[in-house]
């Protein structure tokens, strides 16, 4: 009977020994499996050599949520997602001196650190040292790009590690579940603002939301960078040689330089506050658009010119245009770009590398650096010669913006012409009444408006007469008044008389100038005719029937409450003799004199 009993404890026994050996062999041959592909690496080959079969304890567990939740790039995961990459940690065993990753090799694995202590080399020279609960190796999987140190085991040591394939996964659940909010963020960034939607959902798929606390740094100079940065929340701060050099917000990008010139990071970035970023890596950029230098430096003239107060009230296409027909050209250091006594035809410049000196009279007067620009006085008057001279500081790039620019992206527009029209077509367009013309019927009654001016105390329309004209405000200020009595002030890009345009009737009301220098552009009834015709003459009728304001109360008649708020009851109304419906806000009379913030919040809702 003993002899049985322990005859049972070996089979036991040795069934334990077999099982543990089949699964140590069946983990083997699976990664093997999975990896016989394309994707297998050196790192694959080297983990096999440490893999140990572990079950994990609960403080197993505890350890590597708690050092998930404390890493930057998981962080954000859910517990699930935490539970999913925790089940899926192996176990590998080093010895003091092993090589766990090698700097400049693609990445297979992500670590946490279980006991002992790893050695950090960037480039052969020791940066760190890394202890229980740390982890590495998340950036190399993330980006799919080479190892960006070495780590070797210092001491003896364990560590819990997932295969690329199930950290990617994982990760990819988190992206998907912030793909609205992330793809809003990238509609935002002016550097995609060319991009089709196609090409910025394949950016928001591969884009990676890294977060990063107070005082923790996101880049450092003079490491080897192969992902672009672009802040989505918070504010960093970039350092040059330990030197503050400017606070980078929302939508700023960072990281390009090594992409383009495929050079050590150029400065330090430290996160001034909790700040989010969105990584994308080299490879996917250069897919997505193209030759990433062009589209960087088209993005800095861009945002150059929309800060110009010139340019600035140029349309987007004719920033474009600009940006598209601009000359760039590099220069070496100490050299004279433009001088005073030999520029030609250059009338605007934008930096776009480098760092530039403006002299006048031999005088500096400042120095230009990346994204600055100079030469608002030139472009408004370009018979003016150009008294400046710009010298580089160092190697730079600059982008040159020529009379023939110009030309090309005005046609036959002086400056000033290009500015004005700029300025109607945008009041036009926010206007109720022609907010749905055609392009080409908006450009027609651009070209038919006129310029007058006004002094203070004329009358530019005078209650009573029948009206042909329609006035919007260039400058100043005009007072409608009726009856003698002044209703309200309207100033520059207001309208009146838009009336008359449609009806043959008596003006309302008195339009008299507030002002000297009174500048008001007009059109004539007679040529508005000829430019609005057929359904959107009808439609322009009843939008300007709505805003009737000859409507008593006791013609008004109910057909049902629409909405109520805080402040009052919304109706939906119709006039009785017109059929016309409205929106009828009706509020109490103590509230809005209790609170006269409210007088001024109902006057714009009307509006």
């Known amino acids: 009977m003993e002899e049985d009993d322990n005859l049972k404890k070996g089979f036991i026994f040795l069934k334990n020994i077999m099982y543990r050996k089949f699964n140590y062999m069946n983990e083997r041959n699976k990664k093997k499996a999975i990896f016989s592909n394309d994707d297998f690496t050196g790192e694959d080959s080297l983990m096999e050599d440490h893999l140990e079969l572990r079950e994990k304890l609960s403080e197993d567990i505890d350890m590597i949520k708690t050092s998930l939740k404390n890493n930057l790039v998981c962080s954000t995961l859910n517990d699930n997602e935490i539970l999913t990459l925790s089940n899926y940690m192996q176990f590998f065993v080093f ?86 909010e992330n793809r809003t963020f990238i509609d935002s960034v002016s550097v995609f603002d060319m991009l089709t939607e196609a090409q910025k959902n394949m950016i928001t798929n591969a884009c990676v939301i890294q977060n990063f606390k107070s005082g923790e740094t996101i ?51 430290i996160a001034k506050e909790p700040t989010a970023c969105a990584s994308i890596c080299r490879k996917l950029l250069n897919i997505v658009l193209g030759n990433l230098q062009v589209v960087l430096f088209r993005n800095i003239m861009t945002e150059a010119l929309q800060q110009s107060e010139i340019f600035k009230q140029f349309s987007g ?77 160092e190697v730079c790039k600059i982008a040159l913006i020529t009379e023939t620019c110009l030309a090309d992206c005005l046609g036959n527009n002086n400056i000033d012409a290009s500015i004005d029209y700029n300025n109607k077509k945008s009041i036009i367009k926010k206007m109720y009444i022609f907010r749905y013309l055609t392009d080409k019927q908006c450009n027609l009654l651009i070209e038919a408006f006129r310029t007058t001016r006004y002094e203070e105390g004329d009358y530019i329309i005078q209650e009573g007469e029948v009206g042909s004209r329609f006035y919007i405000i260039k400058n100043g200020e005009v007072e409608i008044v009726k009856n003698k009595k002044r209703l309200r002030t309207l ?27 009174v500048e008001c552009w007009f059109v004539d009834k007679s040529v508005f005719l000829q430019i609005i015709q057929g359904p959107m003459l009808a439609h322009l009728e009843e939008r300007i029937k709505m805003q009737d304001t000859k409507v008593e109360m006791d013609e008004l008649e109910t057909e049902r409450i629409i909405g109520r708020g805080t402040f009052g009851t919304v109706k939906l109304v119709h006039h009785k003799p017109t059929k016309i419906r409205y929106a009828l806000k009706c509020v109490k009379k103590k509230e809005v004199l209790f609170n006269l913030n409210q007088q001024k919040q109902h006057t714009i809702e009307r509006e």
């Not at 009146?496 to 008299?512: N, Q």
């Open 317 to 393: 296409d004719q920033l474009n245009d600009l940006a598209d027909t601009a000359i760039v050209r590099d220069y070496p250091a100490n050299y004279n770009i433009l001088h005073k006594d030999k520029v030609k035809s250059v009338k605007y410049i934008i930096v776009l590398e480098g760092k530039v000196e403006l002299f006048l009279d031999d005088t500096s007067i400042g120095i230009l650096s990346r994204g600055m620009s100079f030469g608002d006085q030139y472009v408004l008057n370009q018979k003016q010669p150009f008294k400046h001279t710009i010298k580089s500081l």
């Open 219 to 269: 880049v450092k100079q003079g490491d080897y960078g192969d992902v672009l940065y672009i802040l989505k929340e918070g504010k960093a701060t970039v350092y040059i040689n330990d030197e503050e050099i400017r606070v980078l917000e929302k939508g700023s990008y960072f990281g390009e330089r090594a992409l383009l010139y495929d050079e050590p990071r150029s400065a330090t970035i």
């Open 491 to 517: 100033g520059k890009n207001d309208y009146f008389g838009e009336r008359a345009l449609l009806y043959d009737e008596p003006r309302t009301a008195s339009v008299i100038s507030k002002v000297n220098n």
């Open 95 to 180: 010895k003091s001196g092993n090589l766990v990753i090698k700097q400049g090799e693609k990445g297979s694995y992500f670590f946490i650190i279980n006991r002992g202590k790893f050695d950090v080399y960037v480039n052969d020279k020791k940066v760190k040292t890394m202890g229980k609960g740390s982890s590495f190796g998340e950036a190399a999987l993330i980006h799919n790009t080479q190892r960006s140190a070495t780590i070797i085991a210092e001491t003896d040591g364990t560590l819990w590690g997932v295969q690329r394939s199930t950290f990617r996964a994982t990760l990819k659940q988190l992206s998907n579940r912030n793909f609205n």
